[in-house]
């Protein structure tokens, strides 16, 4: 009896060992792996490839900073019968610039001074007093009627009467110079009254501060 026991356990123990090897180990599902740092559920998900950022615009320009030495200059407008000496200006341009001496203005075919042209002569005396150094040419013009001999003649006439009045008004006469151009250089183009007023003149050049 104790043999037959003994056989049904060894046997029973065998036919336990076949079924377990022919049903085999459940397997393990195979993880995913997961990326660096991810925590939780969404460790398995492969992470969305992220788009690109923008390239970044450049900056806008910023206009250029003034050279030294360079600044903005004021055309003035010079008004009527105002004349102007070009001097020099910004990178090389000419710039107008009010003359300091004022010309003078004379009636058709005269070359008296004027009475209303006094001051103006009186402040072109104290401009010169107090530039002591300063020497000047005092042009004469003429307006577009009459020959040019004549208009020749009668512009050293104006000049010559501007240069006495300097003098009378204590300025040396070895600082003044006189030259006519008659009517070859008008002042204002045209041809009345407008534009000879203003061509009928003494006009002073500084040669020498």
Not at 75 to 90: C, D, K, N
Not at 164 to 193: M, N, W
Request: some cysteine; charged content about 25%; hydrophobic content about 40%.
């Amino acid at each position: 009896m104790r043999l037959r026991t003994g056989l049904r356990i060894v046997f029973a123990v065998f036919v336990l060992a076949v079924c377990v090897s022919l049903l085999g180990c459940p397997k393990r599902p195979r993880a995913a792996q997961a990326g660096a740092g991810a925590v939780g559920p969404s460790a398995a998900v492969a992470p969305r490839p992220t788009a690109p950022a923008a390239p970044a615009l450049p900056p806008a320009p910023t206009p250029p900073s003034p050279r030294v030495g360079e600044t903005a200059v004021s055309r003035p407008t010079p008004s009527a019968g105002a004349r102007v000496e070009v001097g020099p200006g910004v990178m090389g341009v000419p710039a107008p610039v009010p003359s300091p001496l004022k010309d003078i203005f004379f009636d058709f075919d005269k070359f008296n001074i004027r009475d209303d042209q006094k001051a103006a002569l009186n402040d072109n005396v104290s401009w010169l007093k107090a530039n002591a150094r300063a020497k000047v040419t005092i042009e004469g013009h003429c307006d577009e009627r009459g020959t040019p001999e004549y208009n020749l003649g009668l512009g050293e006439r104006r000049a010559k009467a501007v240069k006495d009045y300097l003098a009378d008004g204590g300025i040396a006469p070895d600082r003044i110079v006189t030259i006519s151009y008659g009517k070859e250089r008008p002042f204002v183009l045209g041809h009345d009254e407008s534009a000879w007023k203003w061509n009928r003149r003494g006009h002073f050049v500084i040669t020498r501060k």
